[in-house]
């Protein structure tokens, strides 16, 4: 199957506050081409490639995923939850799901009842899980406080290269930065690349913020998802489609130069290109590296992704390739020779 370890990571439960797995599976995978990885006390992981090298470009993607927590118990034996980022309450009711506690891992539902169903807006308080517990003795003795349930939805192959999973967001940019990477490595990049999955950017942006302030890229090229508009209802704010390419960001946050890199690289391997703009925040790392250290300019390129924070995330493997060719050439033409200030002053 084309993209084997892209389905292995998506199929690796990672919800934000507990990354610890998908990042040993990267681990395990890049070794054998990365010798040096940092790690952090907020679980952050760096692959590194020419670590000698003075000028240091970081790709950044986040390793986690949204997921409820548990918050407690009730006498029937089943599990009330909170929000553990920006989930979608109604996508939860009556799907399979899986709640991890600590080591241990057990298979439930996300129950439902007449009122759930006749409820126009429906509220994380009104969701419980039911994994076949007899009593709240019973629940307690397996699920502690604090456990994740997920989503249990697998990868799959669908038409015209088109992929459905949930954790898309943002388990595609975890790849694609370190494919892009290791081809950029391959084919003689000589700046320092530091490949980057963050923690936690969807709920506090820690790993983000620990990864930038200690190893001070030179750039930083943010790698995300981002809604497209190819849906009936969509009704966002732009015009990305799947299967048209990666989409740069246009607006306060990006580097003018670096974007203008992306575009130029883009037109040398006559690949697609999308655009998206926002003005203030862009929601992604990017924010959160832009509060850290004295000066390092930013760029985003996102995936275009249907049905976001779903458990059916749709997108297109064309994007995803494309996107690695871009960003491996963008890697190579990046040095310490390139002035990425917006202006100059005569």
């Known amino acids: ?29 890049y070794k054998k081409w990365c010798n040096t990885f ?3 006390n907020r679980g952050a992981m760096t692959a590194i490639y020419n670590e000698n090298s003075d000028f240091k470009v970081m790709l950044i993607a986040h390793a986690d995923e949204i997921s409820l927590v548990v918050n407690g118990y009730n006498g029937d034996g089943s599990l009330r939850v909170d929000k553990n980022g920006g989930i979608r309450t109604k996508l939860y009711v009556g799907q399979r799901v899986a709640v991890i506690s600590g080591d241990n891992k057990y298979y439930g539902i996300m129950g439902t009842n007449n009122s759930m169903q006749k409820a126009s807006d429906l509220g994380v308080d009104s969701l419980f899980v039911d994994c076949g517990f007899k009593d ?3 629940a307690k003795v397996h699920i502690k406080l604090g456990a994740y349930v997920i989503h249990t939805a697998d990868y799959q192959e669908m038409q015209n290269d088109m992929v459905c999973a949930r954790a898309f967001d943002d388990r595609l940019g975890d790849y694609i930065i370190h494919e892009a990477a290791l081809k950029a490595y391959q084919n003689g990049c000589s700046s320092q690349i530091m490949v980057t999955t963050s ?35 969509a009704d966002n704010e732009n015009d990305v489609i ?25 037109l040398e391997l006559n690949l697609p290109i999308q655009y998206e703009v926002w003005q203030g925040r862009t929601g992604t790392d990017g924010d959160t590296i832009l509060r850290t250290n004295e000066d390092t300019p930013i760029v985003l390129f996102s995936i275009p992704l249907r049905y976001m924070h779903s458990p059916v995330e749709v997108a297109s493997l064309k994007d995803v390739e494309s996107m690695i060719d871009i960003l491996a050439l963008l890697l190579q033409k990046l040095n310490k020779d390139v002035d990425l200030k917006p202006f100059k002053l005569n």
């Open 1 to 29: 199957m084309k993209h084997e370890f892209l389905k292995e990571i998506v199929e690796t439960y990672s919800p934000s506050g507990y990354e610890d797995e998908l990042q040993k599976k990267l681990y395990n995978h």
């Open 38 to 40: 940092k790690t952090d």
């Open 136 to 138: 709240m003795d019973d």
């Open 199 to 233: 923690t936690g950017e969807e709920t506090t942006g820690r790993g983000a913020y620990s990864a930038a302030s200690i190893l001070k890229p030179d750039a930083a090229i943010v790698v995300d998802v981002t809604f497209s508009n190819d849906y009936k209802g």
């Open 242 to 266: 799947l299967g048209k390419g990666g989409v740069i960001c246009e607006g306060s946050v990006p580097n003018r130069k670096l974007n203008q890199m992306l575009k130029e690289c883009a």
